[in-house]
């Protein structure tokens, strides 16, 4: 059984940093691209960075570029979201997802206060 959990979301104000965590079983890890999407009240879920199967190539939706910072670790079948100077249009719940499948974790929720 496929399981990925997110954690490390909360409430910052603006201008502060979160790191989020996705901790990943049941498939080997290191063969897929991961990724983080956010879904914002009442907007589509949208895409926010990735990371290919061995860390050598990240992409990141323009808004955060400079700002978020994507990594993983192998070792721990984990992958991380850094995320600096955060804005109030930031606020979503994050989602990491095992790019190629249908495997989500259950999101964890990120709000910046102006």
């Known amino acids: 059984q496929v399981q990925l959990v997110e954690s490390g979301g909360g409430l910052v104000q603006a201008g502060g940093s979160l790191r989020l965590s996705c901790a990943v079983s049941?498939?080997?890890?290191?063969?897929?691209?991961m990724g983080w999407y956010r879904q914002a009240p009442g907007k589509e879920r949208e895409f926010v960075a990735r990371?290919?199967?061995?860390?050598?190539?990240?992409y990141y939706r323009d808004s955060v570029k400079g700002r978020f910072t994507i990594s993983r670790d192998n070792a721990k079948n984990m992958v991380h979201l850094q995320m600096n100077s955060l804005k109030p249009e930031d606020t979503a719940i994050y989602y990491c997802?095992?790019?190629?499948?249908?495997?989500w974790g259950q999101g964890t929720q990120v709000t910046v206060s102006s």
């Open positions: 997802k095992m790019e190629g499948t249908l495997d």
């Open positions: 990371i290919n199967w061995n860390d050598e190539t990240t």
């Open positions: 049941g498939r080997t890890f290191s063969r897929y691209d």
